[in-house]
Nanobody, 119 residues
């Protein structure tokens, strides 16, 4: 079982920045993929960014060039630096972890943190 705790959400003006952090209850070097997803009311949860254990990253087209995902294995955290925020980035952001074990895929979610971009 992996527990994930997000922090860093809040209210920011358009064009501003926020940094989200996700702390894992286990060593993230033991986790294959970590990522951030977001969800707004009435819509499906969507991928924002992922990073695999080898450091390769993947971003949604809507955030490329503005968001940066990184992982700190020493602190067992994954961060999402969000710059040039837009009102459409407003959502609940969820940390996600995927661990593969003996051919099985285990997925874990954090409780979510609200990000609101508004003037």
């Amino acid at each position: 079982q992996v527990q994930l705790v997000e922090s860093g959400g809040g209210l920011v003006q358009p064009g501003g920045s926020l940094r989200l952090s996700c702390a894992a209850s286990t060593s993230i070097s033991d986790i294959n993929t970590m990522g951030w997803y977001r969800q707004t009311p009435g819509k499906q949860r969507e991928l924002v960014a992922t990073i695999i254990s080898g450091g390769i990253t993947n971003y949604a087209d809507s955030v490329k060039g503005r968001f940066t995902i990184s992982r700190d294995n020493a602190k067992d955290t994954v961060n999402l630096q969000m710059n040039s925020l837009k009102p459409e980035d407003t959502a609940v952001y969820y940390c996600n972890a995927v661990r593969l074990r003996v051919g099985l895929r285990f997925q874990y979610w954090g409780q979510g943190t609200q990000v609101t971009v508004s003037s």
